[in-house]
């Protein structure tokens, strides 16, 4: 491998075009206030001086298709292993590393260009599918790869891990079916509709796990889409409620998520619609009783509310009162009707995630369109704010004390970006004479990872294609 180390340890070069972001250390802004409860900390101390390209090391860790495109994404730790999917046209390959070239390796080749996804580490392995119909484990090396279950075509999803069960979906001629594993051969756990799918093609945006269940959507062909659980067993796999009772119909619950309110212990917040008032703000506890609305957001139709995550004993989500996902806005809710309640016009474009006392995400301001830049929130209307404008952040990852993301140069380049979460700390760290676009605009769409003492991310700093990169503080 080209030892590219010491190369690419330059200085900072000028961006133009990138005049919105400060890069010079001087005077704070307006938007330097430290977080809440006084200096701005990480983990109980002091945030690090934010780096130049000077201060941080980036190298390549492996030519995983040399001369082309390898695109590594799906990122998965698994003990002292990370896990990706490198692309080879026209197949794809499951890799394992230790961070090193040297062990750097072939983890599964298939002899088909069929997809492989869903990656999860799972009792001390990794799994995954294939071709949409093939369950595999993987201790890191292809001698390892074991067969765990084969299902009929386009009907395998892994769904997660619920105690010692892997839960998945498989069936044949009946479509999607709850399936689990321990590790050993795979089994049904229940036919929950005997005549067509029970579980959507893509249902992760709807899933949540919560007191040693998963909470799913699902169709029993009667009820309609409803909330289920399950722990793996045919006997703990139950439907909640049937809450519009609308036979055929369902309350097409959406956006699960498992969240922690002040004083109320564990619940997963969603977006469900009882056949009456729209999609609107529910609440779960994962008993029927215990499932109720929370509040009407939009009186006259769809809310669909999303996106939810917690801080500080209240929730963050996005919503919209007129129907139109165009029109989405910033609200806060503690689980009270009274408590629920909008703080910001910012349309929300990547989820949110937790740095330093705020929730910080890609939104788009209300009267600039088309142009998303990092902001910040402590859920209220005067703790909301636009750090960076027009940076398009994505893929959000804390590592040294330090936000990174994928981000817009100002010249529609995609860079890696690095911020303390404020408006001066926040500046692109490009090598000199790197490609432009550097970081990768489809596939895994430049997700970042943070595995043993480095950060980890597909990359052309060289113009040999999109390969396994690192960067150390």
């Known amino acids: 491998m080209k030892d590219t180390r010491n190369s690419l340890k330059m200085i900072l070069p000028m961006l133009v075009g990138l005049v919105s972001i400060t890069m010079a250390c001087g005077e704070p802004t307006e938007n330097d ?18 780096p130049t390209i000077d201060d941080v090391t980036i190298s ?26 490198g692309h080879e046209a026209p197949r794809s390959r499951v890799w394992a590393t230790d961070g090193t070239e040297a062990g750097t390796v072939s983890a599964f080749d298939p002899d088909d260009s069929s997809e492989i996804r869903d990656l999860v580490a799972f009792d001390g392995a990794l799994y995954f599918a294939h071709a949409n119909r093939t369950l595999y484990s993987t201790t890191g090396t292809e001698a390892s790869v074991e067969e765990i279950d084969e299902v009929g075509a386009m009907s395998l999803r892994i769904l997660g891990v619920v105690g010692d069960q892997l839960i998945y979906t498989g069936g044949w001629a009946n479509g999607r079916q709850l399936r689990a594993t321990d590790g050993t051969d795979g089994r049904s756990v ?32 009667t009820t309609g889409w409803q909330l289920w659980r399950t722990d793996g067993t045919e006997s703990g796999t139950t439907r909640i409620t049937d809450l519009d009772g609308h036979e055929g119909a369902g309350w097409v619950p959406a956006g699960l998520r498992t969240v922690e309110l002040d004083g109320g ?27 109720e609305m929370v509040a009407t957001i939009n009186p006259t139709g769809n809310a669909s509310p999303s996106n939810f995550a917690g801080l500080n004993g209240a929730v963050v989500f996005s919503a919209t009162t007129t129907g139109s996902s165009l029109d ?9 009707a009274e408590g629920t309640e909008e703080i910001h016009g910012v349309a929300l474009h990547e989820p949110f995630v937790e740095f330093n006392g705020y929730l910080y995400f890609g939104g788009e301001h209300p009267e600039q369109q088309n142009q998303v830049g990092l902001w910040r929130t402590d859920g209220t209307a005067s703790g909301t704010e636009e750090i960076a404008p027009d940076v398009t952040p994505r893929n959000f990852t804390e590592y040294g004390g330090l936000l990174f993301f994928a ?7 995609r860079q890696l970006f690095v911020s303390d979460g404020t408006s001066q700390g926040t500046r692109v760290l490009r090598p000199e004479d790197s490609a432009e676009d550097a970081l990768d605009t489809g596939y895994g769409a430049s997700e970042l990872i943070v595995f043993g003492d480095r950060l980890f991310f597909s990359a052309d700093y060289d113009g040999e294609g999109h390969q396994l990169w690192s960067l150390e503080l």
């Open 33 to 50: 206030e430290p977080g809440p409860g006084g200096t701005n900390q990480t983990n109980g101390g002091e945030t690090p001086d934010v």
């Open 60 to 85: 390549k860790v492996a030519d995983l298709n040399p001369g082309s495109d390898a695109r590594p994404e799906s990122f998965t730790i698994v003990g002292d292993t990370l896990y990706f999917v």
């Open 190 to 221: 229940q036919e929950i509709n005997p005549d067509s799918d029970a579980i959507e093609a893509s249902p992760h945006n709807n899933l949540a796990v919560m007191g040693g269940h998963m909470y799913f959507r699902a169709n029993d062909g």
């Open 265 to 291: 212990g564990e619940v997963i917040l969603l977006a469900a619609d009882d056949g009456e008032q729209g999609s609107q703000l529910w609440m779960t506890d994962g008993t029927e009783s215990g499932t």
């Open 328 to 336: 989405r806005t910033l609200w806060v809710t503690d689980g009270t």
């Open 407 to 413: 981000g817009d140069d100002g010249n529609s380049n």
